[in-house]
């Protein structure tokens, strides 16, 4: 579906079927941007996934994001803990108590805009984390 669609945009648009916590056959400060959606919780390394991130991102680049992850309130984080063992099996290796915004920061990024909000649905699956983010160095 999403290779008929590029087909169509009028820009060239190149898929790369890969793990994403591989290398990217990609220079080093590359790209211009990064945008990545609802994936960190299920990548395997998301450590050297957003590694990668920063190595292909070009100096002034910004990296687009938002995934869910770990919610700040102490009740949803123990239910968050408590099903991610068995939720990581159902979902696609899934895991509903990552701190996205913590593994960005330890990746070398700094936070420009970070919006956190719950959409509908169950809060142990629905803390969102949005934003735009930069590499430092």
Known sequence: MARKRA???GAKVEFL???ADERLPVQNASMDSVVMTWTLCSIGDASKAL??????????GQFIFIEHGRSPE???AAWQDRLTPMWKRIAGGCHLNRKIDELIAQAGFQMEELRNFYVRGPRPMTYMYQGIARRLG
């Open 51 to 60: 590694a990668e991130v920063k190595r292909v991102l070009k100096p002034e």
């Open 17 to 19: 079927l890969q793990s």
């Open 7 to 9: 087909a169509g945009v």
């Open 74 to 76: 102490q009740g949803v």
